[in-house]
């Protein structure tokens, strides 16, 4: 069965950290590609970044380059996103996505809101 669960979501105050983590399980995690999307209310989901199934590449959306990281640990078939400086507007729920040629997973959700 696959799972992919979200945490390290919560509250937290402008200009603080958060480090939220994808753990994957029910497929072979270092052959998918894995992103961060999230979802504002009212709102379209978007991306936020995306890493490589080796870990070699990564992009970010322009709203959090310089302070994000997308990162993977394949051994331990988890994915991580370091936030920094948040701000306001990264409040949304945040999802974990693993995509390969053949199928799309996604988790359940974290919640992140970040107070002014």
């Known amino acids: 069965q696959v799972q992919l669960v979200e945490s390290g979501g919560g509250l937290v105050q402008s200009g603080g950290s958060l480090r939220l983590s994808c753990a994957a399980s029910?497929?072979?995690?270092?052959?998918?590609?894995m992103s961060w999307f999230r979802q504002a209310p009212g709102q379209e989901r978007e991306l936020v970044a995306t890493i490589t199934s080796a870990g070699g590449s990564t992009n970010y959306a322009d709203s959090v380059k310089d302070r994000f990281t997308i990162s993977r640990e394949n051994a331990k078939n988890t994915m991580y996103l370091q936030m920094n400086s948040l701000k306001p507007e990264d409040t949304a729920v945040y999802y974990c996505n693993a995509r390969n040629w053949q199928y799309d997973y996604w988790g359940q959700g974290t919640q992140v809101t970040v107070s002014s």
């Open positions: 029910g497929f072979t995690f270092s052959r998918y590609a």
